[in-house]
C-alpha cells in the first residue's frame, strides 16, 4: 500500500481521497480553505454525493484518511501527490491553470525526492509540461490520471470504472499510479501525458455530440409520430453504436460537458484545428433549450405571460445537488423571459440565489394552483410519483415531461400530455 498526498478537496479530491483510503492506501488530504479541513477533520462532508460521507467516516476511523491544514505534514512521506485543484473556464473557454500551477509550486517546496505529482483536474493538453516547469526539481515525476466520475455515481464509478488512464513519459511511473487502483481489476491504460489529457476531453466532448444528436432525433420524434425511447432502444441495440447515454432530456449541461466542450474547442484552435462537429454540439444543445421553452410556450396554449407553472428539478441531473450550467436553470429562467411565474421544487438543489422563480419544499406545493407541470430533473421521487397525488390540485392539467419518465397514468389523466422526444 502507499502513502498518498491529495491537494484540494473538492468534489474529484474528495471522492479520490476517501475511494483511495478504502483500498488501504495511507491518504493525507490538504485544502486552502481551513474550514473545509476542519469539518472533514470532524466528518462533515461538504458535498451531496450517494455514500460519500459514509465512505469518508469509515476512511478517518480506519486511519487511512486524513487531512490537513498544512501541506507540509500532508506532503511527509507522499510517494504520489494528486492535484485535484479546480480549472475555471476563462473568458474564451480555455481552461485556467492558475491554480494547478500555484498548487505544484507549493507541492514542490515539501515534496519527498522522487515523489509521483498527478494531475486528476481535467487539464489542456501540454498541462503536464507546464506542472514540470512549475515544480522545477529534477527528483519529481509527472503523471496524468484523468477521472471520469459521474455526479450522483462517483463511488459506483470509482469501483467500477471503464479504464483507468495513466499518462507519464515515463511508463513505468504511469504503471505505478495505474496499480494504485489494484484493487478495481479494470483495464489500465498506459499513454503519455499528452494522451492522457485529450483522452479525458475526447470522452466528455463524444458524450456531448452523443446527446445533442439524441436530443435532433428526440426534435423529429416530436414532429414525426416517431417515439424517441423506441427509436433510441432500436439503434442503441446495434453493438456498435451501444445503449448507454442516449436518453433524451431538455439539453445537456453540468460543472463538466459545456466547460469541457469549450475547452476542447479552444484546445482544437490553439493547433490549428477548425472542430465544426464540437462546434455544432454545443449550438444544437442551445437549439434543444429553445425547442424545450418554445414546446412548453405552444402547450400553454400560445402564451406564458402570467401563468403559474411548476418546476419538478433544477439540479442538472439527479442524484445531485449541482446546479453549475443546469438545464433545468436554463428553461426556467426562458420561462421566467416569456413572463411565466414559475414555482419550483428539487428534492436537493436551491435555485440561484437571483433567480426570480420561487422555490417550495414539496412537489405538491409546486403544483398547487398550477397551470402546467414540466418535469425537469430525473429524480426517483418524479418517476414514481401517481398522477392522482398532484393531478387534481392543479389550475389546468397540462404536463409537459422533459426527461420522458412519468408513468402512463400521467398521459392518461392530465388534459394535455406532452413527453420529449414524441407528439
Ligand atoms: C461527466 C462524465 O459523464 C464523467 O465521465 C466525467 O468524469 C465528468 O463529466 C467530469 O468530467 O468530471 P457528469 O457531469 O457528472 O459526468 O454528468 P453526466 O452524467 O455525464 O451528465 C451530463 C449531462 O448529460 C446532464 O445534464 C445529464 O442530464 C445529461 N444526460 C446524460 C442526458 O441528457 N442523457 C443521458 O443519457 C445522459
Known sequence: MSKVAVVGVGYVGLCTSAGLASLGHEVHSFDVITEKISNLQ???????????????????????????????????????VFLCVPTPQDEDGTADLQYVISAAQSVAKFAQPGAVVI??????????????????????????????????????????P??????????????KVADLYQNTSVPNLITSTASAELIKYAANAFLAIKLSFVNEIAAICEQSGADINDVTKGFGLDSRIGEKFLKAGPGWGGSCFPKDTRALLAISESYGVKSDLINSAVHSNEKTFDRIALRAEQLAGGSLHGKKIAAWGIAFKAGTD??????????????????????????????????????VGTMAEAVADAEML??????????????????????????????????????NHASTFASVGSK
Do not use: C
Open 42 to 80: 470532524n466528518g462533515i462532508v461538504h458535498i451531496f454525493e450517494e455514500g460519500l460521507a459514509d465512505l469518508v467516516a469509515s476512511g478517518i476511523q480506519s486511519g487511512n484518511l486524513n487531512f490537513h491544514n498544512d501541506l507540509e505534514t500532508a506532503l511527509s512521506f507522499a510517494e504520489f
Open 119 to 160: 494531475t486528476k483536474s481535467t487539464v489542456p493538453v501540454g498541462a503536464a509540461k507546464k506542472v514540470k516547469e512549475a515544480l522545477s526539481r529534477e527528483d519529481l515525476y509527472v503523471a496524468s490520471n484523468p477521472e471520469f466520475l459521474r455526479e450522483g455515481t462517483a463511488l459506483f464509478d470509482f469501483y467500477n
Open 162 to 175: 471503464d479504464r483507468i488512464v495513466a499518462g507519464a513519459d515515463d511508463p513505468v511511473i504511469a504503471h
Open 322 to 359: 449541482d446546479i453549475r450550467e443546469s438545464p433545468a436553470v436554463v428553461i426556467i429562467n426562458r420561462l421566467l423571459d416569456k413572463g411565466a411565474e414559475v414555482v419550483a421544487y428539487d428534492p436537493k438543489a436551491k435555485l440561484p440565489a437571483e433567480s426570480q422563480a420561487v422555490q
Open 374 to 411: 414540466i418535469v425537469l430533473t430525473e429524480w426517483p421521487e418524479f418517476i414514481t410519483a401517481s398522477s392522482s397525488n398532484f393531478l387534481p390540485a392543479m389550475k389546468a392539467k397540462t404536463v409537459f415531461d422533459t426527461r420522458a419518465i412519468l408513468s402512463s397514468d400521467w398521459q
